[in-house]
């Protein structure tokens, strides 16, 4: 019995022992292997946050411009909702046959669904104007996220058409403008722009409509909006015919908003 015991016994102790020694060794290896899998404190260490990327041009004032950087008696044309197919090559002409430059205020998906139509407007002269993306004329009362994502996205586009000229003027849809979407206009080089004289060309009237609501708005100041794209413009091109000379002939020039 007590050899049994004995042998039992021993044989319990030399079973431990080489038990301990092997459980030591398989944990100084499971150790070496987890250290081996553990990332470095480098890598393990968070990404560097990247800077926020600098806007594309010097800041300018977020004041809503209506004045003309031509001195004296002076008007700026302003056009808006474009590029359209249609109509933007017909009142480019109308323009260029009157030696007047314009500033064409664009929907960003319109500027990118016709990026040559872009180049021609910066080509002739005109200068551009970020006008949104989707043209809300509510979007005064939607988010600072949702006016960023309109201005910015539509800025790019429009310079992405225009192959680098720089968009210099940003004009809210229906003069919804915000402190904040006046303040990050300005902040990427877009002076907030607005208008004096409406010529109401959207609305249905007739080309004589259009005509006296211009003339008679026009000791207002000196922007004066139409349009060249939202539907048919056809009005609105043969008011510029008849508007643009008359206008020389009232000792008028042409200039385009300070900036």
Same mark, same amino acid.
């Given at each position: 019995?007590?050899?049994?015991?004995?042998?039992?016994?021993?044989?319990?102790?030399?079973?431990?022992?080489?038990? =301990?020694?092997?459980?030591?060794?398989?944990?100084?290896?499971?150790?070496?292997?987890?250290?081996?899998?553990? /990332?470095?404190?480098?890598? !393990?260490?968070? /990404?560097?946050?990247?800077? #926020?990327?600098?806007?594309?041009?010097?800041? =300018?004032?977020?004041?809503?411009?209506?004045?003309?950087?031509?001195?004296?008696?002076?008007?700026?044309?302003?056009? !808006?909702?474009?590029?359209?197919?249609?109509?933007?090559?017909?009142?480019?002409? =109308? @323009?260029?046959?009157?030696?007047?430059? #314009?500033?064409?205020?664009?929907?960003?998906?319109?500027? $990118?669904?016709?990026?040559?139509?872009?180049? %021609?407007?910066?080509?002739?002269?005109?200068?551009?104007? !970020?006008?949104?993306?989707?043209?809300?004329?509510?979007?005064?009362?939607?988010?600072?996220?949702?006016?960023?994502?309109?201005?910015?996205?539509?800025?790019?586009?429009?310079?992405? $058409?225009?192959?680098?000229?720089?968009?210099?003027?940003?004009?809210?849809?229906?003069?919804?403008?915000?402190?904040?979407?006046?303040?990050?206009?300005?902040?990427?080089?877009?002076?907030?722009?607005?208008?004096?004289?409406?010529? %109401?060309?959207?609305?249905?009237?007739?080309?004589?409509?259009?005509?006296?609501?211009?003339?008679?708005?026009?000791?207002? *100041?000196?922007?004066?909006?139409?349009?060249?794209? *939202?539907?048919?413009?056809?009005?609105?091109?043969?008011?510029? %015919?008849?508007? @643009?000379?008359?206008?020389?002939?009232? *000792?008028?020039?042409?200039?385009?908003?300070?900036?």
């Amino acid at each position: 019995m007590a050899g049994r015991f004995g042998r039992g016994r021993r044989f319990g102790i030399e079973s431990g022992i080489i038990g =301990v020694a092997t459980a030591a060794v398989a944990s100084a290896a499971a150790v070496g292997a987890f250290a081996l899998l553990q /990332p470095s404190a480098e890598a !393990d260490a968070p /990404p560097a946050k990247k800077p #926020a990327q600098p806007p594309r041009t010097a800041p =300018v004032d977020p004041s809503i411009v209506h004045a003309s950087d031509r001195p004296g008696r002076s008007l700026n044309i302003t056009i !808006d909702d474009g590029p359209d197919p249609t109509w933007t090559p017909k009142v480019l002409e =109308v @323009l260029k046959e009157n030696g007047v430059k #314009a500033t064409f205020c664009m929907i960003g998906p319109q500027a $990118a669904a016709h990026p040559a139509l872009v180049k %021609k407007v910066v080509a002739d002269g005109h200068r551009l104007c !970020d006008h949104t993306i989707n043209h809300n004329t509510a979007m005064d009362h939607r988010s600072e996220e949702y006016q960023s994502q309109q201005i910015l996205d539509a800025q790019k586009m429009i310079e992405d $058409a225009a192959g680098g000229a720089k968009v210099e003027y940003y004009r809210a849809p229906g003069g919804a403008f915000t402190p904040y979407s006046r303040k990050l206009a300005a902040e990427h080089g877009m002076r907030p722009l607005g208008w004096n004289v409406d010529s %109401k060309d959207f609305e249905g009237g007739s080309v004589a409509t259009i005509e006296s609501t211009v003339r008679g708005e026009l000791r207002n *100041g000196p922007t004066v909006l139409f349009h060249d794209g *939202g539907g048919n413009r056809a009005r609105t091109v043969e008011s510029l %015919k008849r508007l @643009l000379p008359w206008m020389k002939q009232q *000792g008028y020039g042409f200039g385009f908003p300070q900036r």
